[in-house]
């Protein structure tokens, strides 16, 4: 479950990078006005990504990006909204990856989404989602009246398929409250339905992204129960991994604590960000920034596409 509240974060709006206030010293990712984690309806956000960015810039920010799950479909449409409001948009995506069964989430920003080997891993991905979320609907099934008909009607058409939308079709059948309370009740793996789907190592995920000219950035590294240990750490950083996301309400102190002492020491970029789901989940955009030195870091080291810059 979530460690921080929202509250807890950084105010929205706040316009002015806080360098060295108790946020930047607590949570160990100064502030700024880049939101670089934030997901559209073309995976399981539920807005589009013209809406994202507007949300985005309501909130006080100058930059996002688009990190939908496994897909770089929402690109243009954010690109274009993003020239229209005068804002940076950082083109990213939040790659499926998986390390002894556990889900680990990598960001890359500004990668060659024509990358053949990207390419193919996502869409082996996106592919094997779709089987699993049938099968999770089968094993629903079982004891609910619910097809897959249900989730079909709560997924835009070609967007990543995921356990999210499994929740949105259970919320409509009244079978839950809401998105999160689905997956406290009938998705809590304890109850028996949970059906995983392929995702490639951390490893490599982070070379492909790496490959394709782009940024690697491992999302919510410190969630509870969730820390990598430190051999694949060391591995992904040999791998070339380019940072750590340290501001996300999911990330412990401690585990921050630990993280923030290893990007130090190995030099890697530290982000902050919402991971912002529309009303899909609580967190609000705005609610943890990418500091303008960070940001700058990772527009010089991506390379694979290119920024919209105002
Ligand atoms: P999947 O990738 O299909 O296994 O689903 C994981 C996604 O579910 C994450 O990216 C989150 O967006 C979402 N998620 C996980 N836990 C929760 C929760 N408790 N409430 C709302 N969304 C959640
Ligand atoms: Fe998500
Ligand atoms: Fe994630
Ligand atoms: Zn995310």
Redesign the pocket.
Known sequence: MDTQQAGDGPQHGQLEPSHGTSDGARFGAPSGTADLHMHSSHS?GTEAPAEVVAAAQRAGMRTMSLTD?DTTSGWAEAAHAARRHGMTFVPGMEL?ASHEGR?VHVLGYLFDPEHAGLRRATERIRDS?VGRAEAMVRNIGRDYDFTWEDVLAQTSDGATV???HIADALVARGYAHD??AA??EILHPRRGYFVSHYAPDPATAVSLIVAAGGVAVIAHPAGRGRMLPPSVLQELIRSGLGGFELGHRENTDEGTRALRRLAHDADLIVTGSSDY?GS??PNRPGEYTTSDAMLARILAAGTGSAPVLP
Do not use: A, Y
Request: glycine fraction near 14%.
């Open positions: 399981d799950h499926s889900s989602r995921g356990r999210p998105r999160s997956f406290e789901h899909g989940k």
